[in-house]
């Protein structure tokens, strides 16, 4: 079952939107109508607010504990995780960014030999 872990909110990074598209600029580069652009972490400032696992589990010194009792520093094969988003704007309404998802799939072993990953 989906367990919630943490809720951080942009209004706690220290850097707004507007100071860091100013800080990627000033140098010359240049941004257009369809960039994507990412903040990084988003994370507050009390526990249950923190966007990592490294943050959460304080670098593995302290477990999460899942409500079935299982117990994460980090995230493990298999482990699904889901970002979800949303807005409130001025007016109160709340838009929904919609959800990313993905899997902890197992490291591929590597063949010792030959150095790399098998194709």
Avoid: C, K
């Avoid at 000033?26 to 257009?32: F, Q, T, Y």
């Avoid at 109508?33 to 302290?62: F, I, Q």
């Amino acid at each position: 079952d989906a367990v919630v872990i943490s809720r951080a909110g942009f209004t706690d990074m220290y850097w707004t939107i507007a100071q860091m598209v100013a800080h990627v600029t000033a140098n010359g580069a240049h941004l257009r109508r369809g960039d994507l652009y990412a903040s990084g972490t988003v994370s507050g400032t009390e526990p249950g607010t923190y966007g990592s696992m490294m943050e959460l589990s304080w670098g593995g010194r302290d477990p999460v504990t899942l409500p079935n009792g299982e117990q994460r520093t980090f995230l493990e094969d298999g482990d699904e995780v889901v970002l979800t988003g949303t807005t409130t704007l001025r007016d109160g309404t709340t838009i929904g960014w919609g959800e990313v998802a993905g899997t902890v799939a197992p490291a591929l072993e590597l063949d010792t030999a030959e150095g790399v990953a098998p194709a």
